[in-house]
């Protein structure tokens, strides 16, 4: 067998946050596990008599044959033997070519040599070339778990490849693919998948965490309000009740999103993940209109004929305001270890609701000590025209996500790399084009073959590509077409 399950490396010393990936291992200990014995452990069942017969068998020299033949038997479904060694041959061929020649490019002992680690960033004092080195560290992540991805789930996916290599209409073998229903996490290693759970759960518990704080901070601001009439206290109540609405909106999008219900498998063929960002944008509107509404009224204020009278802020109203800042950024603190995007996002809003609820509290605090009546709508004003903004934003990146928007250079990148990584089967690539359909994204890759090639190999590189696309958690969709000649059509219609 051509590679199976990959060691793990870990590197940063003793103490410091450490990232592990598989190694590509040496092609010298490449041959000593079976493949679909593999498959039969990873389901927890155990072949019988005629179906060991069939599974791939490793030979003293380290090649693999079809089985036993011998045991290979018209009960056994053969009917073509010679087809079937030369479907066997041609996997191995594929597997060797794609895993054996990533040895030539290395990303892990690149990544071992120019990575830079969090204490040398520290002391590196010019800003651009800190963002440089970070920059590295980025790609160097995303090559590394490529490598990763590729090695774990190629050969798997080349092995489920034609099943019933006699054309008999009976399957002679399992295939991987077949036994995990069409999911490829389960070939990825250990390492790899144990950190994806791991970040999915510090996801959710600070999902979880941000959400009970923002019910008992609602209580606390609306029990505030009773006692003092302040307009920025309204719109920092405002702001935080809409925040809780979002956060139940992405919340409860995503348990839609995960339901398994037959009718909505049939219904959303391709999935129901562009939900979220529809109730985001929906969301976001409404955010928009309802600070309109709190701009409106402190500019009435502010206006001849306007309310002259100071806002009193009693210890209540200030202990709320000064306890949802506290708060906020004693989670941001806590969470900003977690490198998930979901968790990076809510310690940029944590940050962005300390600065809010401190601007709400001082604009107040200050006019009532002074004695300045108009700094409350003042501050009320500014908070407005600062959410309308930031909500603004927010709705049209959705809106340029869910029309099709291009992605950004560096996952242009990985994909290309993505790509590179299977130059050793293909002639070329005549294009690549990514493009986000919601928050997932879409890929089109368009490969050069050499004319003469068979299908069964063009077919078996298309879809492994295919295959190891959608392995990326940032992709939700890969299209892989193939061609002969860099010139001709585009293989698309024009659009005018």
Not at 162 to 172: C, L, M, Q, T
Not at 248 to 273: D, E, H, M
Not at 290 to 315: D, M, T
């Amino acid at each position: 067998m051509v590679g199976r399950r990959p060691r793990a490396v870990n590197w940063g010393s003793a103490g410091q946050q450490t990232k592990s990936w598989p190694v590509l291992p040496l092609a010298a200990h490449r041959h000593n596990t079976t493949s679909g014995l593999h498959y039969y452990q990873h389901q927890n069942q155990q072949p019988d008599d005629e179906e060991a017969a069939l599974l791939p068998q490793v030979n003293q020299n380290g090649t693999r044959c079809c089985g036993d033949p011998s045991k290979v038997t018209r009960e056994t479904g053969f009917k073509d033997h010679a087809a079937l060694l030369a479907a066997e041959q041609r996997r191995n061929d594929l597997k060797r070519k794609v895993l054996e020649d990533m040895h030539g490019f290395d990303a892990v002992d690149l990544d071992r040599k120019f990575r830079k680690q969090p204490e040398e960033l520290k002391i590196i004092k010019s800003k651009p070339l800190r963002r440089f080195f970070e920059a590295q560290n980025d790609t160097l992540d995303a090559w590394v778990e490529v490598d990763a991805l590729v090695y774990a789930v190629a050969d798997d996916v080349i092995d489920s490849m034609n099943p019933d290599a006699d054309n008999d209409g009976i399957p002679e073998r399992q295939i991987p693919l077949g036994l995990s229903q069409g999911a490829i996490d389960c070939f990825l290693p250990e390492e790899h998948r144990a950190q994806r759970a791991k970040a999915a759960a510090q996801a959710r518990w600070a999902i979880s965490l941000n959400l009970a704080t923002n019910i008992l901070m609602l209580v606390g601001k609306l029990i505030s309000m009773k006692f003092s009439p302040s307009l920025s206290l309204a719109a920092s109540t405002a702001d935080l009740a809409l925040d809780l609405f979002c956060t139940l909106i992405v919340y409860g999008t995503n348990r839609v999103v995960a339901w398994r219900l037959r009718s909505l498998q049939l219904k959303y063929p391709v999935g129901r993940r562009r939900l979220e960002p529809i109730g985001i944008l929906v969301f976001s509107v409404i955010m928009v209109v309802s600070f309109l509404q709190i701009l409106q009224e402190s500019v009435s204020k502010l206006l001849p004929g306007g309310s002259r009278e100071v806002a009193p802020l009693p210890p209540v109203a200030i202990g709320a305001m000064a306890a949802n800042a506290v708060i906020k950024g004693a989670i941001g603190w806590v969470c900003k270890g977690i490198k998930t995007t979901q968790v990076q996002a809510l310690v940029q809003d944590c940050k962005t609701d300390v600065y809010f609820n401190l601007a709400s509290l001082m604009f107040p605090l200050i006019g009532v000590k002074a004695d300045v009546w108009w700094l409350d709508p003042l501050g009320a004003s500014l908070l407005a025209v600062y959410v309308i903004f930031d909500w603004a934003e927010t709705c049209i990146k959705n809106v340029s996500r869910l029309t099709g928007s291009s992605v950004s250079d560096e996952l242009q990148k990985k994909l290309i790399y993505l790509a590179f990584r299977f130059s050793s089967v293909v002639e070329g690539f005549k294009s690549l084009t990514a493009y986000h359909a919601g928050d997932g994204v879409w890929v089109e890759l368009d490969i050069l073959l050499n004319e003469s090639t068979p299908l069964p190999t063009a077919h078996d590189v298309a879809e492994t590509l295919q295959y190891c696309y959608e392995g990326l958690e940032e992709v939700d969709r890969a299209f892989v077409t193939i061609d002969y000649s860099t010139l001709g059509p585009t293989g698309h219609v024009a659009i005018i």
